[in-house]
């Protein structure tokens, strides 16, 4: 295990800003680290490659390459770019870690490594903020699945869900079609589902627990012409394919759903369409689904991570490649804003100095700013980093002027639940409300985190944090359950 502390190379390295009158206002683009700077980096951190904020306003992720030993690393980087490494993977512990990281309401993070163990074929881990790994499970590649991808969600009952993209023993896939499983805080396994193709195959996406209490989730190939499919699991393990993708309404859906504030899921496919480079759709929980774009190349290509709902109501993500830059074959990849309508903008173009194919799910800070990042171009080159670019990658922020709110952890619970509050300048808070209703008690933990009861007569709505500067809402609303 390793933790150093690089400067920000904000300081001396390329901040970008970009005026972009394709959707009349300017948006700011900058550079926040180059992967590859310095030698033991991560890098070409990949989908799907989930980034998360913690308790102290950092965010944390991880990446498959780089680190000291080659084998991938978790890391944390501040909102202004300093990127600390948090462990270095070794094979034993696991390797390739492209899941990305997810936040529990113990503050530690989850997620998985795709290869190895002790021996064995992934990994499902926790991690502390200051780098204490431990593994929960290894999957030995039979009924309980291997290769996980993505990181677990918790639920809440408090247990994690995650997906395998193969094992669990059906014999229309070799190797396996892939499982969905169930493991409590302490590392007991249980296997749910295990996919047949017919109902999808090879889940790469972490689940979604929408506020109906079902996880939803994406199986990239199987169902229909091996399409993929949509799904839904109770956390019992009962099963419903929900919807069976076809060329023109998608086709391979990698990215993870996300729920609307409308109560619909949104998300993207690699493929399908009528140019064949991918759609952004909505999709009821009964299954009837809409296509709201899709891509021509010139305006992206390729979607493999998912959506981001920001704090104005629209949704954010990426496309692998496309754009206008020949700077990349195929070009580098944009970054684009959609309407839960549909009305499409794209809003950055990457161009391989600041960054190309990007890869996973844009994610917003409680300051406003979406942060991502690529799994190649930038100007770090330390190697090795992997072909097919011999850069690393770049993290990046977006400021599309996003006032600061707060998030929840969870989004839903009884009277008397305590509610995590993720945000910024809590210190001196003088009140916390839910729908209106004061909470009689809270904790400021810090001046990024702070705790609250829900109060009773409480009811369903936004929440808010009254701190000496100004009046916090939460980005959604909090389910009294």
């Known amino acids: 295990m390793s933790r150093t502390r690089e400067f920000s190379p904000l300081l001396a390295t390329v901040l970008i800003l970009a005026a972009l009158t394709t959707v009349g206002e300017a948006q700011t683009y900058s550079v926040l680290y180059n992967f590859g700077t310095k030698s ?15 308790r102290d306003g950092n965010l944390y992720s991880t990446a498959p390459g780089g680190g000291t030993l080659g084998d991938g690393a978790a890391f944390e980087v501040t909102p202004i770019g300093a990127v600390t490494v948090l462990y270095n993977f070794d094979v034993t512990h696991g390797a390739g870690p492209f899941s990305g990281l997810v936040l529990a309401t113990n503050g530690n993070f989850y997620g998985t490594t795709s290869c190895c163990g002790s021996p064995g074929r992934g990994t499902v881990f926790k991690i502390t903020p200051d780098g204490h790994l431990t593994v929960l499970h290894t999957f030995m590649g039979g009924s309980d699945g291997e290769f996980p991808n993505a990181p677990p969600v918790q639920g809440t009952d408090r ?12 014999p229309f896939c070799s190797g396996g079609c892939g499982t969905v499983y169930k493991i409590t805080p302490s590392g007991t396994l249980t296997i749910l589902h295990a996919f047949n193709s017919g109902g999808g195959s090879a889940p790469t ?12 989730g994406t199986a990239s190939y199987g169902g229909h012409s091996e399409g993929g499919v949509i799904f839904k699991i109770t956390p019992s393990g009962k099963f419903t394919v929900l919807y069976k993708f076809d060329s023109i309404h998608g086709y391979e859906p990698y990215a993870p759903l996300v729920q609307g504030t409308d109560g619909n899921l949104y998300g993207t496919t690699r493929g399908g369409g009528p140019s064949r480079f991918g759609v952004v759709f909505k999709i009821t929980t009964s299954g009837n689904l809409t296509v709201l774009h899709s891509f021509n190349g010139t305006d992206g290509s390729g979607p493999i991570g998912g959506l981001v709902q920001a704090a104005d109501g629209n949704f954010y993500g990426s496309t692998q490649t496309g754009g206008n830059s020949s700077n990349c074959l195929g070009g580098c990849g944009t970054i684009f804003r959609i309407t839960p309508q549909g009305v499409h903008s794209v809003l950055y173009n990457f161009d391989n100095t600041t960054g190309a ?40 922020s977006l400021n599309v002027g996003l006032g600061p709110f707060v998030s929840l952890l969870p989004y839903s619970g009884k009277v008397g639940t305590t509610v995590e509050f993720l945000g910024q300048g809590f210190k001196g808070t003088t009140g916390v409300s839910f729908n209106g209703t004061p909470a009689p008690t809270f904790k400021v933990v810090s001046g990024t985190y702070l705790t609250a009861k829900v109060p009773s007569g409480a009811t369903t709505g936004f929440v808010t944090v009254t701190t000496p500067k100004r009046k916090l809402r939460s980005n959604k609303k909090f389910r009294v359950r």
């Open 40 to 54: 033991g980096d991560p890098n070409q951190p990949s989908y799907s490659g989930i980034i998360v904020q913690g």
């Open 205 to 216: 996406a972490p689940l979604l627990q929408a506020s109906d209490g079902k996880f939803y």
């Open 159 to 170: 247990n994690f869900y995650g997906t395998t993209s193969a094992g669990g023993g059906s």
């Open 357 to 396: 194919f990007p890869g996973v799910t844009i994610f917003q800070h409680t300051n406003g700013l979406l942060y991502g990042d690529t799994s190649g171009g930038g100007t770090g080159n330390v190697k090795p980093c992997a072909p097919p670019t011999i850069t690393c990658g770049v993290f990046y």
